[in-house]
């Protein structure tokens, strides 16, 4: 198995025209993809349609113009470009054919999942909880990762509660989490992290309750990466881990900052790895619940005008730019449950081919 | 002479209590007092009140409560703490009693001045330019500096257009640069910093002219810092640099970024001094202008929904304070003719007793 | 008793020259004074200093300008002049010197009463409700209104959570009825205007629990408007109707409006008054928490970049200016319990003398 | 010929169920569809991708689900629906069969085309003017309108300029008409909408210079509705009208609004026609370009958080659909040269059979 991974820019949310030049190219085999990741310039909250925009025109690119089944592709859309970020998607390929060569170094191995459709009711709850716990299983096993320490980064995209959707189950009479339709995102997002700490064992689930849900930040995952939209009522999961099972040059490793201006962990981790090259860097971003930074007050959770994982993806995106000296890069924003309050899980892919 | 920078904390533009704290306690004498920078939580634009709230407590500050006359205190509100970016006032001072002590070693000297005020049709002209070149020669020579190289950081808070303005030049039928309010801004803030360029002899007067505000990027100030607000109709200048004639341990040095994520020769300004404390941080932020950071393509110039100085804001405050460990910086947004285009001025105020 | 109602445009949250002008010119007796209600043009939010801004403006022009103590009035600003809505100061004055003319007609007559400071554990339960409720019989006594139903506006102002009071609570360990800042703004107002609703006996005590509290929105009061901020941590009550007591050309009426965009009955109560001209028109607005607005879907609450109260605010300021030819009147957002959901009261004050 | 006009209520840019709805029931027929005015729910602004997404998904259903080329259908997409104005397709079809019945009386007929494309610095010149004006003959023609007073609405969709489009005029060295992206959508409009003017003989073509564009007020069509948007770089243009030629029960005529709260005049229209009912209302909204409205001061334009289209799309909206009961109406905002300054054009589609 050889994992690889493609960075490919985009205009605007329906722009595949990068695609189509790599497939033309010869650079990327559409029938291998298991996976797009894209960063798409709406405002990342409820009413974000580009995720949705982007969607479309990906599954149109695989199956109209290339007459693949996009039924094993996972598609992962998280909105948001502020500062410097520049709209891109992450192509994950994997080709799965016995390789001649043997090699002790473990790589790149992706592996994906799917959660059942879920309803407005159980949006935030244990039970989200552990069927994302279940889907990461499955994914890891996709990945052929024996060793959870071998998992670096687990993607999730969840659903959210529109006001549709909540009238709806106001009407059956259901209880649902919030009716907050912007912070139902970070409900669905923190259960979703939630999932990947109990299948990564990173927390026993004899220690959770659905009351630790976005209250007991103390709870996390340090790999988890959780991203919420209305465009599915499902979830997504992407695992990326190394495995002996998998060849070529790409591995992953990954650091978890403990706020959001650490970049010198950040740091220490490029410098671990000399003579590599960086192919993508992957982070969460949060508005420090406390409302302090390093002790100072900020005032991103106080602000009407700019929703908090606006401004964090601003500036964690502004940070890790600045060290690895490229703003096309994987930033996320609300990292409930996805590291310590305040910080999050950032992971970087590295080539062995230093060019 | 002897300057000494000071930065308080504010939970609120009107939040005096941190300064009165300092005056109680004997660390401030207010009477030595000649300039205020304040970082406000507004948005920055047009519609940014917080400037005035925090103008006019500061003034009741300093007369009602200390009866000290702030005629001779220069007060520069820069609004917009987009991201980690925390609320504060930087309160500079200035002791000009004969010392004892000699020293070859120059220190920090600081010096303001005043332009006369603007009528609207003037903001934005070859006027301002040369009005504010004559103050900044003004504030070079209250600050005792008699080598332009030694000056590091010049402040400049000019007048904005707003629609009554607009309005009421329109009714005189005198031509206005701009009859929008948020652009007026930035034409402000233009003419204003070739000002700055012009007294440094950055740029020499026969090459200058009115065309060339915001519209020739080529020609910049490398330590111009200019905000725009609604709260004065004439420029406050404050000049920032190293003198002979100052005393004490605080000294300035400056680099100018090439882009917003130019972190790394910030990184090289800080490792020129070891063993110093780092006192405060004064930079420009600005949304590349071409469209393009590191030929990525970003979104803040296309985004109607955040305006593009809250997000370069976001972008250098999240990258500087991860570069010195402190949001409580000062980083003002529109660098027009402040450093390259994309890019602008970073200026350390260094203490030589590292504590 | 005569009380009298003026409204005052401002140019700014510190522009009190137009209230400086109405003195100078015998218009207003600044000792008259037990009210100012205010129209700012802030966000209307939690971050909207705007509202400060203007208190401490009029403070200062009663204490400092006219000498008088600001004790015993009400200052009540409403932050969001969006869509045509224009930044005014409503000021209401009372004369209870005895008069010699006798009237049978009942004539405006206005009451004020403060509540004690909440802790933030208390907005939003059942003691906010009680204590406003307490406060506005007092205010009714104040004006001296015997027959409840002669009551037609009361106005609450009522403080917010902030992150730093949330913080504060948490470190207490007490419990708080949200840790979101927008969303407590909906907690305050609601808890105000079920007060206001026990208080006039529109609901009776033992019908009323505190998770009733912005759940229950068919417990409503007809006549309560309630707006929070976070320039006080107490409830300011004005109380407005008719009495016997009061003489002079004024009177008030209103009606509810079962939506948004419900002018048919304002239209009705504009006709009932043909004689009469409009000295003030107050108003609650609010998104339809249904998500609905007469069976068509609306976007307000999916609305991530702007807030539902700004958008409610420009609809049904558009819908009375349109009526009353005048957007200078009071419009505040957030109608929780303020009349049926999606709709809200709107009071006029009328004059006798039609000019 | 007979022209019929349909809403179609859509849950999100994607959602076609509603048209496939119509189609099943045998309500629409999609092979005589001519076109489709979409409001959507993103900011109406730059970047708004709901437009484009919107257009698609229409394409996609004509295309794919139905086998019809789009080519003669013009898709005219009007980004924000603020406050209560509610996300929908306007349907409009034609159907030019001879038919047997005779009739006096002038019915609803409707006729497009198209502008060529547009290069970026053609955007906001005469050129444009003069090319939209050739669009709008045309139009005409194909709605066999034989007298210019039988015309009451000209829709036109015109392009704007991105920051990408800038930067390339600005390396080929063309000369674009301003650098701002929001600003290019208000100059792309008053050109369009002085093409209408000229088209009509509202305004001589000898009366008109490049100059006057965006700039004399005084110079207006009393029908024209232009909206920029990216998803397109040509104009599409709708000519609404009534002709003898054309049959049915709809007709169509339009009052101009001289400000935004002018429900007055568009009262008297409904209240022209007794005994029909509304199929649709169209119209145009902007804030006061003076700054004030009914010579109170509104705060639209200095808003530097909402732009002003938004807060006029939400005045308009209200006003209108308070009038006509129903907020799923076409509501475009910024109305530069169309209808007199601060006001704009509304026409109202009526069914003679009062349903």
């Not at 310039?41 to 949705?52: A, I, Q, S």
Request: charged share 25%.
């Amino acid at each position: 198995m050889r994992c690889s991974v493609l960075r490919v820019p985009m205009a605007s949310p329906d722009d595949i025209s990068g695609l189509h030049a790599y497939v033309e190219r010869g650079v990327l085999d559409p029938s291998k993809v298991i996976g797009v990741m894209g960063k798409t310039e709406g405002n990342g909250c409820v009413n974000d349609f580009t995720r949705g925009y982007a969607t479309r025109s990906l599954k149109d690119f695989f199956e109209d113009k290339n007459g693949i089944s996009t039924d094993g592709i996972s598609f992962v859309m998280s909105g948001g470009t502020e500062g410097v970020l520049s709209p891109h998607f992450t192509v994950v390929s994997r080709d799965t054919e016995e390789s001649e060569a043997e090699t002790d170094e473990k790589s790149l191995s992706i592996g994906i999942a799917k959660t059942p459709v879920f309803q407005p009711e159980e949006l935030g709850t244990m039970y989200q909880v552990t069927e994302v716990a279940k889907a990461v299983e499955a994914a890891i096993k996709d990945a052929q990762i024996s060793d959870l320490s071998d998992i670096h980064f687990v993607q999730v995209k969840c659903p959210l509660l529109t006001s549709a959707k909540i009238e709806d189950a106001k009407r059956k009479e259901k209880a649902i989490v919030t009716d907050d339709t912007y912070k139902s995102m970070g409900y669905s997002r923190g259960a979703s992290a939630l999932g990947v700490a109990l299948a990564l064992h990173e927390i026993n689930e004899i220690d959770l309750n659905e009351s630790d849900i976005c209250v007991s930040w103390d709870k996390y995952s340090g790999v988890a990466s959780t991203s919420a939209g209305s465009e599915l009522d499902y979830c997504e999961v992407i695992v990326f881990g190394n495995s002996e099972k998998a060849e070529g040059p790409l591995f992953i490793d990954h650091v978890v900052m403990r706020d959001a201006i650490d970049g010198a962990v950040v740091k220490d981790l490029i410098d671990t790895y000399p003579d590599t090259s960086i192919v993508q860097v992957l982070a969460k971003a949060e508005a420090d619940p406390s409302g302090y930074t390093r002790d100072r007050r900020h005032t991103m959770l106080n602000d009407s005008d700019i929703n908090h994982t606006r401004h964090a993806r601003a500036v964690v995106g502004g940070v890790l730019a600045s060290l690895c000296g490229d703003p096309m890069i994987y930033v996320s924003g609300g990292a409930e449950h996805q590291g310590p309050s305040g910080g999050g899980p950032v992971a970087i892919i590295f080539s062995r081919t230093n060019n």
